[in-house]
């Protein structure tokens, strides 16, 4: 029985609109996020095999696709809700107390000093990613502060215990029917549909997480 799998979109396939056409969406999650799910479970299943027959000659690369797969199929599931409609109004813009998301916009301003300069480090983060990854915004709970990631593929490159809350995806099959080569302009693009308010709740339950590492 299958472990994971593959969530509704919150959204038709146009809501994202002028920012990611209808046919990026349904190819993205229809096909590539699908992909990470069933890997994601195969994988499980090889593993589950592997544990039966104490057969452990392929090991290495069973743990390898397992962090690929699952990460990909975790990342995807934050990406898709990260984002809103900006036709209707709901994304886009920067978080602001008056929309009842103070606690976020207060973060980061404490974490990267402005708004600015958080949206800055973030855009160059996602748009230089060598080859396919991620820009992160992320919880780090051991300091207690908002902090930047570039991930690559879907796995590397993180600090361990950090909790996504943002997510910009860079690779080619998010942008590049309709931005081309230009990344840079659809990570640009992608501020026109940031959904603050799923971000902020998503922040707020990971700082209200307790860490289990002390030191």
Known sequence: ??????????????????????QIIELHHDKHHAAYVKGA????????????????????GLEKNLAFHLSGHILHSIYWNNMASPKEGEGGGEPLAADGVGELADAITASFGSFA???????????????????VLAYEPISGRLIVEQVYDHQGNVGQGSVPVLVFDAWEHAFYL??????????????????WQDVNARYLAAKASVPLISF
């Open 1 to 22: 029985m299958a472990i994971y799998t593959l969530p509704e979109l919150p959204y038709d396939y146009a809501a994202l609109e002028p920012v990611i056409n209808p």
């Open 41 to 60: 479970n195969d994988t499980l299943e090889q593993l589950e095999e592997a544990r039966d027959k104490e057969s452990w000659g392929a090991i290495n």
């Open 117 to 135: 300069k958080f949206k800055s480090q973030l855009t160059k983060a996602a748009a230089t990613t060598q080859g396919s990854g991620w820009g």
């Open 178 to 195: 309709q931005y081309k080569n230009q990344k840079v302009d659809f990570i640009d693009a992608m501020w026109q549909v940031v959904n």
